[in-house]
Nanobody, 125 residues
């Protein structure tokens, strides 16, 4: 059974930074494309960033380009989301997701196989 556990959320002022982590277990992590999603109160969950299992390709939602960076450490079975210059609109529950893929450079933005439980990020103005 694949398990994804997010951590690193919290309360931060606008303009501040946070680093989210997602630890994976029960899967061949290096064969999983990974992604981060955000769900704001009363809204649908939306894609934020994705990274191929090789770590060689990343993709970002327009709203976070230039502010967020996704990365991964396959030796530690962990994917990260560095969030800088945070804005109140970044507030929400952040979910980590994984999808098996045979393509080392494939970035996945939907139809993930596994999800974490989420971590809350609140950005105050």
């Amino acid at each position: 059974q694949v398990q994804l556990v997010e951590s690193g959320g919290g309360l931060v002022q606008a303009g501040g930074s946070l680093r989210l982590s997602c630890a994976a277990s029960g899967c061949t992590f290096s064969a999983c494309a990974m992604g981060w999603f955000r769900q704001a109160p009363g809204k649908e969950r939306v894609f934020v960033a994705g990274i191929s299992w090789s770590g060689g390709r990343m993709y970002y939602a327009d709203s976070v380009k230039g502010r967020f960076t996704i990365s991964r450490d396959n030796a530690k079975n962990t994917v990260y989301l560095q969030m800088n210059t945070l804005e109140p609109d970044d507030t929400g529950v952040y979910f980590c997701a994984a999808k098996y893929t045979a393509q080392p450079m494939a970035v996945v933005t939907s139809n993930f196989d596994y999800w974490g439980q989420g971590t809350q990020v609140t950005v105050s103005s």
